[in-house]
């Protein structure tokens, strides 16, 4: 208990999380995982003997190491630590942590700087879904900046921009970015759309569901019946996405869409997966913008013409923009060309952590 583990704490997005280097921790994906939730001291609901933050928005780590190939300069692991549970999943991306990746790379000396450079492209291996994301960020003097004029809602001021952009996301964890191959299947009696274009991600009217979908999040987190079936559905999609048995993960996410009521494009809710997200995850952003795109999709009918590639999300705390550019197939689909998103990041912490002995 004695020994620090080296780790910075950093704000991504609106996530924050424990960033650490590969050669940190341990190999052994067991003892690595064990020695994680010590850190973050899950499982508990406060995780009082902990450095996380009692949700699951601030219960991540991003674990960073050189890229093994040329296919990118650097290759990031998100890892979700459970909060009152012992989980520890690798199923899914954090494009919230992702823009942290970049900025850290450089304070750890991962990549070589120009102290005259003003700007710095980094190729990320994204190891969760083994796909690439390209984020580019600011420098001055050679180290990262974090100070801007960039505004991204659910953090407070602004900060310096963090451009990301991505590569071949469709399918990158379920195989094809429609599952099923459909625009829409009917689960527990509710048209769903199943897609993955960075996220595994359910997408559903929230009136055929009962709810507006512009409730807050307690009062959608305090509607039982609302809960039990949209958990219903989840598990169904889960084998219907070649994800297998989620009961125990944190994927597939779930989004009910509903018409735009602030100006964007379109209404969103989400449940990632028990608990509803007070903005909306940056992959799962990206997600739901090409549901809204899709033709027949569930979300087509609350969708708002947005005026060139960029999809404005509307959800609880603000918006969050989505640059799909699509082309359409002759089968009548689209084909997803490009994605990126801005996010901003924040160093907060640099130094040791000390876990928690072990039980």
Same mark, same amino acid.
């Given at each position: 208990?004695?020994?620090?583990?080296? %780790?910075?704490?950093? =704000?991504?997005?609106?996530?924050?999380?424990?960033?650490?280097?590969?050669?940190?921790?341990?190999?052994?994906?067991?003892? =690595?995982?064990? +020695?994680?939730?010590?850190?973050? *001291?899950?499982?508990?609901?406060?995780?009082?003997?902990?450095?996380?933050?009692?949700?699951?928005?601030?219960?991540?780590?991003?674990?960073?190491?050189? %890229?093994?190939?040329?296919?990118?300069?650097?290759?990031?692991?998100?890892?979700?630590?459970?909060?009152?549970?012992?989980?520890?999943?690798?199923?899914?991306?954090?494009?919230?942590?992702?823009?942290?990746?970049?900025?850290?790379?450089?304070?750890?000396?991962?990549?070589?700087?120009?102290? *005259?450079?003003?700007?710095?492209?980094?190729?990320?291996?994204? =190891?969760?879904?083994?796909?690439?994301?390209?984020?580019?960020?600011?420098?001055?003097?050679? @180290?990262?900046?974090? &100070?801007?004029?960039?505004?991204?809602?659910?953090?407070?001021?602004?900060?310096?921009?963090?451009?990301?952009?991505?590569?071949?996301?469709?399918?990158?964890? %379920? *195989?094809?970015?429609?599952?099923?191959?459909?625009?829409?299947?009917?689960?527990?009696?509710?048209?769903?759309?199943?897609?993955?274009?960075?996220?595994?991600?359910?997408?559903?009217?929230?009136?055929?569901?009962?709810?507006?979908?512009?409730?807050?999040?307690?009062? +959608?987190?305090?509607?039982?019946?609302?809960?039990?079936?949209?958990?219903?559905?989840?598990?169904?999609?889960?084998?219907?996405?070649?994800?297998?048995?989620?009961?125990?993960?944190?994927?597939?996410?779930?989004?009910?869409?509903?018409?735009?009521? &602030?100006?964007?494009?379109?209404?969103?809710?989400?449940?990632?997966?028990?608990? %509803?997200?007070?903005?909306?995850?940056?992959?799962?952003?990206?997600?739901?913008?090409?549901?809204?795109?899709?033709?027949?999709?569930?979300?087509?009918?609350?969708?708002?013409?947005?005026?060139?590639?960029?999809?404005?999300?509307?959800?609880?705390?603000?918006?969050?923009?989505?640059?799909?550019?699509? @082309?359409?197939?002759? &089968?009548?689909?689209?084909?997803?060309?490009?994605?990126?998103?801005?996010?901003?990041?924040?160093?907060?912490?640099?130094?040791?952590?000390?876990?928690?002995?072990? &039980?």
């Amino acid at each position: 208990m004695g020994i620090g583990v080296r %780790c910075m704490m950093m =704000r991504g997005g609106s996530s924050k999380g424990a960033y650490f280097l590969a050669q940190d921790l341990p190999a052994n994906a067991s003892e =690595r995982d064990d +020695l994680l939730r010590r850190i973050m *001291g899950s499982p508990d609901l406060r995780q009082i003997d902990g450095i996380g933050g009692a949700h699951p928005l601030t219960s991540k780590v991003a674990i960073v190491d050189r %890229c093994p190939d040329d296919r990118a300069d650097v290759a990031y692991l998100f890892l979700q630590v459970g909060v009152d549970s012992d989980q520890v999943s690798d199923r899914q991306n954090c494009g919230n942590l992702l823009a942290g990746v970049a900025p850290f790379a450089v304070e750890r000396g991962l990549v070589d700087t120009d102290p *005259g450079a003003r700007e710095l492209t980094v190729r990320i291996l994204m =190891r969760n879904t083994d796909t690439v994301a390209v984020a580019r960020i600011l420098l001055r003097d050679g @180290a990262p900046v974090y &100070d801007g004029e960039t505004a991204i809602s659910g953090v407070p001021g602004t900060a310096a921009a963090v451009q990301l952009d991505f590569e071949d996301l469709g399918g990158g964890s %379920c *195989g094809q970015m429609l599952p099923t191959g459909k625009a829409v299947d009917t689960i527990e009696s509710v048209d769903c759309t199943l897609i993955d274009n960075g996220m595994p991600v359910v997408v559903m009217r929230a009136a055929d569901l009962g709810v507006s979908g512009t409730e807050s999040c307690s009062v +959608l987190e305090t509607n039982s019946e609302l809960r039990t079936k949209l958990e219903a559905i989840r598990i169904q999609a889960g084998q219907m996405m070649n994800l297998g048995d989620v009961s125990d993960t944190t994927v597939p996410k779930l989004t009910m869409v509903s018409p735009a009521v &602030d100006g964007g494009h379109i209404n969103t809710r989400t449940f990632i997966p028990h608990r %509803c997200h007070e903005a909306i995850g940056v992959l799962g952003a990206v997600s739901v913008a090409t549901a809204a795109l899709l033709p027949g999709s569930s979300a087509e009918s609350s969708m708002t013409d947005p005026a060139g590639n960029t999809v404005r999300l509307e959800h609880p705390t603000g918006f969050f923009d989505a640059s799909v550019e699509v @082309a359409a197939t002759p &089968d009548g689909g689209i084909e997803i060309s490009r994605a990126g998103i801005v996010r901003t990041a924040r160093k907060l912490m640099d130094g040791l952590v000390f876990p928690r002995a072990k &039980d």
